[in-house]
Nanobody, 124 residues
Framework: QVQLVESGGGSVQAGGSLRLSCAAS????????MGWFRQAPGKEREFVAG????????LYAGSVKGRFAISRDNAYNTVYLQMINLNPEDPAVYYC?????????????????WGQGTQVTVSS
């Protein structure tokens, strides 16, 4: 099973940027689809972005499309989430997921393959 460690969260002003990283252990990373989700207080965890093992199929939730970019570096077993123009709808704990599947325009997460999360805060 892939172990995941997220980092890069923090506090920024509205309009600011952050880059999240998710470091994965395990030799299967290079053949594993990856995804980012987020969970705000009192809300359910929601899909943010997903990427296939080759990096050729990035997917985004409508609310972040054009502002967030998912990428991966298989040489370093890391997946990234570049976030720009952050707004008051974006604060949440952001989680990385490994081993899910791409279904149309959605990444279906793999149960049990979650990191511990990294907090993103946006101040207006």
């Amino acid at each position: 099973q892939v172990q995941l460690v997220e980092s890069g969260g923090g506090s920024v002003q509205a309009g600011g940027s952050l880059r999240l990283s998710c470091a994965a252990s395990g030799r299967t990373f290079r053949t594993t689809s990856m995804g980012w989700f987020r969970q705000a207080p009192g809300k359910e965890r929601e899909f943010v972005a997903g990427i296939s093992w080759s990096g050729s199929t990035p997917l985004y939730a409508g609310s972040v499309k054009g502002r967030f970019a998912i990428s991966r570096d298989n040489a370093y077993n890391t997946v990234y989430l570049q976030m720009i123009n952050l707004n008051p709808e974006d604060p949440a704990v952001y989680y990385c997921n490994a081993g899910g599947s791409i279904r149309g325009n959605y990444y279906v997460p793999s149960l049990g393959s979650w990191g511990q999360g990294t907090q993103v805060t946006v101040s207006s």
